[in-house]
């Protein structure tokens, strides 16, 4: 069975990090590109961060941009956020995905079940 698995959201005061993994199991991430997304409640799903299955190109939202990084570990079929300096207004249910095509003209095959971050003092 093909999943992917999101995991290291928590409660965070705002400045602080968190680290997202988001883990495949039954295929190989290699072949993917990857894309993280977020819902915050009463909010459409935006896009966050795009790695491609090269590692190139790389893109973020305007609004976190200089603050998270995406990165992927091939060896350990896992792509990761890190997400610093974080702020209430990341606070969502964040999601990762997998699929083919160019940017923007993703198509993604395979989502993750979402986790938690909630940025709050």
């Known amino acids: 069975q093909k999943r992917l698995v999101e995991s290291g959201g928590g409660l965070v005061q705002p400045g602080g990090s968190l680290r997202l993994s988001c883990a495949a199991s039954?295929?190989?991430?290699?072949?993917?590109?990857i894309g993280w997304f977020r819902q915050a409640p009463g909010k459409e799903r935006e896009g966050v961060s795009y790695i491609s299955s090269s590692d190139a190109p790389i893109y973020y939202a305007d609004s976190v941009k200089g603050r998270f990084t995406i990165s992927r570990d091939n060896a350990g079929n896992t792509v990761y956020l890190q997400m610093n300096d974080l702020k209430p207004e990341d606070t969502a249910v964040y999601y990762c995905?997998?699929?083919?095509?160019?940017?923007?003209?993703?198509?993604?095959?395979?989502w993750g079940q979402g986790t938690q971050v909630t940025v709050s003092s």
């Open positions: 039954g295929f190989t991430l290699d072949y993917y590109s």
């Open positions: 995905a997998a699929g083919g095509g160019s940017w923007p003209a993703v198509i993604y095959d395979y």
